[in-house]
């Protein structure tokens, strides 16, 4: 096992650290954010920091950089108050990598990168068409990390859209059979393969594996 | 495909809709938080909340319910302003499971779940010796989140401890050579299986396919 202390992490150079402290925190999620500005212009842009807040109201955060590419989602989540998460899968996710190159405002990500968009009565924010799991979102707060100037997006789930049948008896959703696929580091990309779900954990018993849908 | 709107979601059963939304962000990092009280008392509990903030500084959050089980966690880390986040691997995956069990204040989770302490000089808080990628933090904020009473806590990262072989040329550490494993829903556990890494995205260019090594 090597160590490294805090002067040797400081001394690494910059893409080094880059890829070594964004392999630390494990596996992350994959999911295009999308949205559209006042004037109906569309924006899609990969994002690995989709964290789950609560489920009661449900809510869904995600990490933002102010000064990176992210800047025209923000531009119009601050316009409209409305976006959508699209969980990435195996056929897709090459097209998901390619939205975070550098495109121009006028640019659309979703032409340029092969991706479609499909939308819903209420929601002014496009939908990723080849995604099996996505939802739209309404924004709640956003909370500003001054550490590092990084911004924690809050956002309320309104709408789901799921194929059907990766709904199982107990709400949770089989995210493994939709092929939804998972990051490490900055850009690797791995799909899944399940050891089991777990009975609830008590004190003093051991936890059983348990079907997928929940018994 | 399934549409459930705002109203549906709102009727479901509450463990329905924890295991339902629990689904949505995608795959989630699995982590043991270890911490120490002011009279070494040791406290472990499994996260799925872990994020990446950025790499310079190298700042980690994660996701707390102050009125759940991970109360000592927080007491722990308010009074030492240390603790260590170690990466699940695919031996201890239900002994980490097992330490989300409402274990009483004087009850060690080490003990109860058979994990084993390692320390460092100068960590208050154990690493978990089972685990082959992990680090110790020192806490820069607690950030509130009002809608939910929910905690963003926030550390830098001072010193990691990982297996040699798995850091590449290029700063990216292996975390499925470490068989690291990812959560899905509340209770899902999965090992992964790469698909490739992919260079870094241009506009114009179709991103390639690299090596492990980033080559």
Redo the contacts between chains.
Sequence with gaps: ??????QQ?VA?P??????????????????LIATANSMGQTNVAIF??????????????F?M?PDSVERHTLENIKQTQQYT?N??N?RF??AA????????RD?CEFE?CGLSTTY?KGVTAPFVKES??K?ALTL??I?P????N?L?I?G?????????SA??N???????SLN???I????????????????????????NK?SLN?E
């Design positions: 096992m090597q160590h490294l202390d805090h992490i690494m910059s893409r080094y650290r880059a890829q070594f402290i964004n392999s630390l925190s494990g596996f992350k999620s994959a999911n690995s920091s989709v964290v789950h807040l609560g489920a009661s109201p449900a809510l869904i955060g990490i950089r998460i969980q990435v195996d996710w090459q990598h390619q939205t975070s190159a550098r495109y121009l640019e340029q819903l099996q799991l939802y709640k707060e909370l990390i001054s550490h590092n990084t924690l809050i309320e789930v309104t709408d789901v859209i799921c194929k059907q709904i199982k107990d709400g949770y959703i089989d995210i493994e939804t696929v998972t490490s580091g900055l850009d690797s990309y791995h799909i899944s393969h399940r050891l089991s779900r777990l009975t609830y954990a008590k004190p003093h018993v051991t936890p348990i929940g």
